[in-house]
């Protein structure tokens, strides 16, 4: 038999969904002869999670493994160590919320990622990585219902998590989603610089040209509205410089034509002068 824990992980990462499907039947059948109760929750969650990273068409199939792990969760209680039984059972809440929240069902959503929470807190004393994982999607619920000000507590929190585990990439995003709330919903130029820049710095670091760029292009556009005007072609510049790293014609094309257009501005008005 192979082991769920550890193989699985690796095959999820590598996105090789079949062989992934290969090993859970494989499971399924060897966990139901034993008998083996444990086996078979764990080879229900791991299907939820194969049929969720597969899409759409098989959310329907995933919440219906996680519903069904739950279901022998709660039958089997007696059996299973409290801690043990939180462990399985906040992946389940943290799928299901997801699921919610894809459908709209916002307040549905926001009780099984409490739940997830919850779970992982009973059995995982101090702040772990996943942790991190559910406040971020917490943070993406209320940014969905329009809480903007409880959206930024929870990518903040999340935020916090990442840092502490050396997650920049993931701390950069959520930066970026923090800066992008101000910018877009609450009408705060200043604060949606601040994690721009914050994110750009991150971003830069880890050579992530592409969010490099878009950053740049947007604090162009900040800019812009702002007046700043030397400011908005040297972030345009610098934006251009990585769209033309990461060979996107488009948006260099359309930065060079937002150059042209401010020196010609510029320039005519210079001339009124």
């Known amino acids: ?31 139901r002869q034993t008998g083996d109760i444990f086996g078979i929750i764990n080879t229900l969650i791991k299907y939820g999670q194969l049929y969720f990273y597969l899409g759409e068409n098989y959310y329907q199939k995933s919440m219906k493994s996680f519903e069904n792990a739950l279901k022998l969760l709660d039958k089997f209680s007696h059996q299973i160590p409290f801690n043990y039984k939180a462990q399985m059972e906040w992946e389940c809440h943290l799928y299901l919320g997801q699921y919610e929240m894809h459908s709209k069902n916002y307040n549905l959503a926001e009780d099984r990622l409490l739940k997830s929470l919850e ?16 406040l971020e999607q917490l943070g993406k619920l209320y940014k969905e219902k329009g809480d903007f000000q409880k959206a ?41 610089i601040k ?24 604090l162009g556009d900040i800019s812009i509205n702002k ?13 251009k410089f990585f ?28 001339l009124d002068l």
């Open 119 to 134: 779970a992982i807190r009973t059995y995982e004393v101090t702040d772990t990585i996943n942790q991190g994982v559910i």
């Open 152 to 192: 930024i507590e929870f990518f903040t929190l999340s935020g916090e998590i990442y840092y502490k585990f050396g997650e920049d990439v993931q701390l950069a995003e959520l930066k970026t989603q923090i800066g992008q709330i101000y910018l877009d919903h609450l009408n705060d130029d200043m604060e949606a």
């Open 243 to 270: 769209y033309i790293e990461i060979k996107d014609q488009y948006n260099t094309n359309l930065l060079n034509e937002k150059i042209n257009s401010i020196i010609d501005f510029q320039y005519n008005n210079d």
């Open 1 to 31: 038999m192979i082991d769920v824990r550890y193989f699985l992980w690796v095959l999820f990462v590598l996105k090789n969904y079949n062989r992934i499907k290969d090993i859970l039947r494989q499971n399924s059948v060897y966990f």
């Open 227 to 239: 007046g700043m005007i030397d400011m908005a072609i040297s972030n345009f510049e610098r934006a």
């Open 195 to 218: 994690f721009l820049e914050e994110a750009l710095e991150i971003f830069e670091n880890q050579n992530f040209e592409k969010q490099c760029a878009e950053i740049l292009h947007k």
